[in-house]
């Protein structure tokens, strides 16, 4: 038996926000999960989502790890958040460092168990390894899979696809120069832009942007979007990393090479945990950053609401906390809304989703 085709994100973003909340048509959001490593991690990754659906997002994200090591389990969460929650789900599938008939497969599962939006990427290097490398399977990199994917599935699949408004971060060769200038060489940027052209080109939907914590960067991302030639019609939404700790910030914008406002390298510095802390005193001091980061993000994504941002999508980590806190900010998300009237919201939430229904 195969699964009824969920709906495809572009069909609902275009569609009227539909909310239990009268203000909420203005903007929408979506969150983004990775499987857990442990069944204890899934289990509990499971009941958030119930308890998250209630916040009505319009899509869930799930990741894809290098190589495919997480096929089987990212498959098994993007069907059971449609089937169990009613999500639409975006599944991301990498295609290098693996064979071309795992990836024929992979779209093959998607398609039977009615997944129909896919994040088409190249992929990271697998476990152990630095730097990414090319292998012999037919794809070197996401724009090999977005023709794939139309060659052979035609229309069946939305395709978003990543957009890096700061530079790709294997091109950024000099990271703290990047910090100093604020801003990357431009042949390098026009490369990644006539990329990002081509992979529209080539029959993707959407981008979806790498994280970023400078707001006019995305904005002016955006406008280099149009002027290079991507229809406006096409949604750009920006990614959104909540800064939950300090270590984890300084880690995540090292890996990705994001550029640091000086406003916010001053603030996020400041209240450092000081080395040593233990007990209450290191609790105080990381629910100060916590705290930092819902207000600094909630900021920020006003900043892009005013500027005409229609859409966000938060990079969850498996948490829901900060992101609920910061939607509630926004007034998009009921201040009542908590794990006692999850339920009652969850009721609430719209039915477009509900395109499940087994089909032979």
């Known amino acids: 038996m195969a699964l009824k085709p969920a709906a495809k994100i572009t069909d609902v973003l275009n569609q009227p926000r539909d909310s239990p909340l009268d203000n909420s048509d203005k903007v929408s959001f979506s969150f983004e999960f990775f499987p857990p490593k ?5 289990k509990n990754l499971e009941a958030r989502l119930g308890r998250m659906r209630g916040m009505n997002p319009e899509f869930i994200d799930f990741t894809w790890g290098a190589g495919g ?8 969460l993007v069907k059971n958040a449609q089937v169990n929650n009613n999500y639409i789900s975006n599944m991301h599938l990498t295609c290098t460092n693996m064979e071309k008939g795992m990836v024929q497969q992979a779209l093959e599962e998607a398609k039977a168990n ?6 088409a990427l190249r992929g990271d290097p697998p476990a152990g390894q630095t730097d990414w490398v090319a292998t012999d399977t037919g794809f070197t990199c996401a724009l090999d899979l977005v023709k ?5 599935y035609g229309d069946f699949f939305c395709i978003s696809v990543a957009g890096y408004p700061e530079g790709h971060p294997d091109k950024i060769e000099n990271y703290e120069e990047y910090l100093k200038a604020g801003k990357i060489p431009e042949d390098v940027y026009k490369a990644e832009m006539d990329y990002l052209k081509a992979k529209i080109d080539a029959g993707a939907d959407i981008i979806i942007t790498q994280m970023f914590y400078d707001a006019q960067t995305f904005l002016n991302f955006v406008k280099d979007c149009h002027k290079w030639g991507i229809p406006e019609s096409i949604p750009i939404l920006p990614g959104l990393l909540p800064i939950q700790a300090y270590g984890g910030f300084r880690r995540m914008t090292n890996m ?3 550029f640091i406002p000086a406003e916010l390298e001053a603030e996020i510095s400041a209240i450092a945990p000081a080395d040593g802390l233990e007990g209450d005193e290191k609790k105080a001091a990381e629910e100060k950053v916590r705290q930092f980061g819902i207000n600094h993000m909630t900021t920020m994504c006003k900043t892009l609401i005013a500027a ?3 859409h966000l999508h938060f990079y969850c980590l498996n948490i829901d906390g900060p992101t609920k806190k910061i939607l509630q900010n926004l007034g998009y998300v009921a201040q009542e809304y908590n794990d006692e009237t999850q339920a009652e919201y969850k009721k609430k939430s719209p039915s477009h989703r509900g395109f499940y229904s087994e089909s032979s």
Do not use: A
Request: hydrophobic letters at 25%; a positive charge; one cysteine or more.
């Open 38 to 42: 442990t069944d204890s991690g899934v």
């Open 69 to 76: 090591s997480t096929s089987t389990l990212t498959q098994e």
């Open 114 to 119: 009615g997944i129909r939006n896919i994040v």
């Open 148 to 152: 794939y994917i139309r060659e052979n």
């Open 256 to 258: 990705c090479k994001t």
């Open 308 to 310: 005409g941002v229609k």
